[in-house]
């Protein structure tokens, strides 16, 4: 199914909680001396207009990254989130917004490169207008659970990969397991990070089993869960399941979260984490 952009909801909440995740990721491997790769499995087109038709008819941006206006602490990972959008605006303008191949796009360096991925053909098309101009960039418009299952020769041994379908079809929730499965076996020394969305069906949580069973005590899920103003009929929170963080990455992302709930949410909703097991201590569910 190729019918979702991600225009519509781009700038929302759950967008703010990939996001930081995914930059507290990119400064930990941008600040090592050897080079990484980064994957994204469903690139979408990179950068979003706020201001757009189609942003403009959800407005989810509003109780997103639009709600954020100033971190208190000046040193903090969410006032740091808001200068990459700040400086992403002075040079896109007012109302752009960087989606995460432009937000791994400000980490990389001389040696590094990026591999997107995006079958809609509209998205890609879009995502090659605005990334194709970087020599460090490979963009391909091809199945990217596929692409990532099959990594088989990655071309660092460092990098990222992040996994983020739209779960419009429910099948994607077992395909997401499956390729995190055959990947981690061809490149176990990246970080992983899988997002989905938290349904009032919870059809997330065989998927999570899943992987918490496969990553064990490397791995470890945060879920972002919004109020009740914000969350609407359908999604109810952000969920992420990360793999081969860094050692202090959780307490990071837990002090993130808890500035980020102050600016968006008013100190509501709710920022969890649970911690994989011990390989072995549960059974794999794919």
Known sequence: MLSYQHIYHAGNFADVHKHLALMLALEHLSAGTSSFSFYDSHAGRGIYDLASTEAEKTKEHQTGITAIDLASKKDS????????????????????????????QTFMRHGDRMFLTELHPGEHRHLLDNLGQYQSVDISRRDGLETIAYLNRPHHLRGLVLIDPSYEIK????????????????????????????????????????????????????????????????????????????????????????????LMFAGEGEHIINKGQPTGNHPLII
Do not use: C
Request: glycine content about 6%.
């Open 171 to 262: 099948t994607e929730y077992r395909d997401v397991a499956r390729t995190v499965m055959k990947a981690q076996s061809n490149w176990s020394s990246a970080i992983y990070m899988i997002w989905y969305p938290i349904l009032k069906d919870e059809r997330h949580k065989q998927m999570v089993r899943s992987l918490l069973s496969l990553g064990g005590a490397k791995a470890f899920e945060s879920k972002l869960m919004a109020p009740a103003a914000v969350a609407g009929e359908r999604m109810q929170g952000s969920g992420l399941v990360i793999f081969g963080a860094p050692e202090t990455f959780i307490e990071q992302l837990e002090a993130a979260m808890t500035d980020v709930q102050q």
């Open 77 to 104: 990972a969410a006032a740091r989130y808001l200068k990459l959008i700040n400086d992403f605006r002075a040079t896109h303008g007012e109302t752009s917004y960087p989606g995460s191949p432009a937000i791994a």
